[in-house]
């Protein structure tokens, strides 16, 4: 997607190798425009896989949920990390590492939200290590509803969750995919 | 805002005489339909403020905070409650308990994106003892900014915040304010 590309070059920030801030637009601060762009992109890559419901994990996948979910006009979903005594007992969980905040927290959905034969399109805005896609897959299986696509809105291609996602055979599209960070240099696959 | 408050009335469980779950259609699932009305409906209520920041806390803050900054065609920000290695260190703090957590957290927004003069309009889902909105305000006094509005999907008239703000001249719009839960029953204001 060339309007994320640019804006990632223009505005995103590296740090080392393996790290692009894009705060600024993406994930604390929010670009509605940009990010309703994103949302019409997964629509057209998608949109033929008769998608019943977006799930997303907070926080910030809450804005690419939504901004997909406009266009879907299905219901989003965003998984919770934290207990609340106000989420239902009943829920689907899973197990999820964090390399950003280096710990492992228990991912939340109610029951209530994903049914079986639900057609679930994922969105997050970064897929990495893969770590909360794929806890993501596992709830939508426990619920017995089907994977339809993965729309991830930045893929870094230098760590294995999305070659490892590929392979297990889900439609997984990345709006931007960088393959390497060198001095502040971003290249992009493709 | 009557759409909301029939909604709150058919979907909302309410929990003793204090809860009132809605998380099948604004803070766990999302109605994306519902969500746009409400952003409309702040439009409505703050666009000769001149706003040129929504400011919100995540997680369900952010599904408002895009809904109302499609309208303002500014960008929203969310402050963050966890620690991130990929956060700025230069950034606004405030400490805020929260009741249904039962947690005192520190909330933190970057120095970059709430600007000394940004007219500031708070958006959130709930307001009931106010704490997570107080910290909003601080944060924005902080950065030099105006509190020029604060728009709450639902408030608790039954408990403290959003007398308290109002008593500070805040000007708070609560588009649907509960003053009391009894035995399933839920009775608004007006």
Known sequence: MKLLKE?????????????????????????????????????EKFNNEGITKILTIEASGIAIGMAAARYFQTPVVFAKKTESKN?????????????????????????????????????DDFLANGKACQGLIEIIQEAKASVCGIGIVIEKGFQPGGAEIREQGYKLESLAIIDDIQEGNIKFRG
């Open 7 to 43: 804006r990632i070059l223009n505005d995103g920030q590296t740090i080392g190798t393996d790290i692009v801030k894009v705060d600024s637009f993406l994930n604390h601060q929010i670009d509605v425009n940009l990010m309703d762009a994103i949302g019409k992109e997964f629509y």
């Open 87 to 123: 989420l239902d007992k009943e829920v689907y969980t899973s197990e999820v590492f964090s390399f950003t905040k280096n710990k492992t927290y228990q991912v939340r959905v109610s029951k209530r939200y994903i049914n079986p034969g639900d057609k679930v399109l994922i969105v």
